[in-house]
T-cell receptor
Framework: QQQVKQSPQSLIVQKGGISIINCAYENTAFDYFPWYQQFPGKGPALLIAIRPDVSEKKEGRFTISFNKSAKQFSLHIMDSQPGDSATYFCAASMGYSGAGSYQLTFGKGTKLSVIP | DTGVSQDPRHKITKRGQNVTFRCDPISEHNRLYWYRQTLGQGPEFLTYFQNEAQLEKSRLLSDRFSAERPKGSFSTLEIQRTEQGDSAMYLC?????????????FGNGTRLTVT
């Protein structure tokens, strides 16, 4: 049972454009939602994360939007650059409150290609 | 480099053989995780240690898999009697226990190919 559904599977964006990746979750006990970036041959690296008491978080060109009632969250990459070409994973866990598991449940990933 | 270190980077083995992978976490991190990632998928949780105690194990971790963290520092993941379905990238991650959900720092993984 996939608890975190991610879309699209792949995305092609022109340089300078906005990349948008969406995720939906089922488990309302999730209380921590990070996004990871992974380059070929490398492990995932944390990009940005959000808790459900916040509707939006911005760090540089990266923004997470969170909709608790819809159980959805999304990653927006503004002014996308060729160096952003990578696979992006959303994830969720129940560990923020300390009452649940620290394990992360990942989406299947979105392969982003930013073309010049 | 003070990141999470995994060894070996690549391992090719024949079906039925045993393999062991090593993970050295960031030195001050007391939480250590193992994940498995297959092609085109996100990482899947296998197991988690806090110091030397193995606190969680996924149902994915069959009895052919065993993980240890004997002194609360490095960890090993052993797969016995490997099967072709074990072919995957095995990722190790570590984090601090000082706060809930302190970020996980992943290593670059060990890619296992079972022939």
């Amino acid at each position: 049972q996939q608890q975190v559904k991610q879309s699209p599977q792949s995305l092609i964006v022109q340089k300078g454009g906005i990349s948008i990746i969406n995720c939906a979750y089922e488990n309302t006990a999730f209380d921590y939602f990070p996004w990871y970036q992974q380059f070929p041959g490398k492990g995932p690296a944390l990009l940005i994360a959000i808790r459900p008491d916040v509707s939006e978080k911005k760090e540089g060109r990266f923004t997470i939007s969170f909709n608790k009632s819809a159980k959805q969250f999304s990653l927006h990459i503004m002014d996308s650059q060729p160096g952003d070409s990578a696979t992006y994973f959303c994830a969720a866990s129940m560990g923020y409150s300390g009452a649940g598991s620290y394990q992360l449940t990942f989406g299947k990933g979105t392969k982003l290609s930013v073309i010049p | 480099d003070t990141g999470v270190s995994q060894d070996p980077r690549h391992k090719i083995t024949k079906r039925g053989q045993n393999v062991t992978f090593r993970c050295d976490p960031i030195s001050e991190h007391n939480r250590l995780y193992w994940y498995r990632q297959t092609l085109g998928q996100g990482p899947e949780f296998l197991t988690y240690f806090q110091n030397e105690a193995q606190l969680e194990k996924s149902r994915l971790l069959s009895d052919r898999f065993s993980a240890e963290r004997p002194k609360g520092s490095f960890s090993t993941l052993e797969i016995q009697r490997t099967e072709q379905g074990d072919s995957a990238m095995y990722l190790c991650a570590s984090s601090l226990a000082t706060g809930n959900n302190s970020p996980l720092h992943f290593g670059n993984g060990t890619r296992l190919t079972v022939t």
